[in-house]
């Protein structure tokens, strides 16, 4: 029997994927929309995703629990290059939170201690 925590695992790996798809779809048209600002409820969606993904990130940093599956960090580690890229785009809202869920990656950034 599974523990407790799969569905909770489960709905997290989801939301996380999700979040992925939202942020590749948004600078797939940010790059491709030119001088031409994207809705205002794409933003919404990509500044609440942007939200998510600090919270997440936060949580499994601060979490005395090592429940946390390999898998969820390794999507959340692969996030990082799309997040990159959003760095460059037109609205300074996104930008702002872009820049705030990349100082969460900074623990996984730094070399291991011995």
Known sequence: MQGEGFPASVALG??????????QKF????????NCPLPRSQLAETAFVLRAVGM???SMKSSSSTGHSQDMWKQLIQLYPTLVECITCQSLHIRTEVQKVLSEYTDLLSAPSH
């Open 14 to 23: 989801s939301l996380v994927e999700r979040c992925g798809t939202v942020l």
């Open 56 to 58: 997440l990130l936060s």
């Open 27 to 34: 600078t797939e048209e940010e790059r491709l929309s030119g």
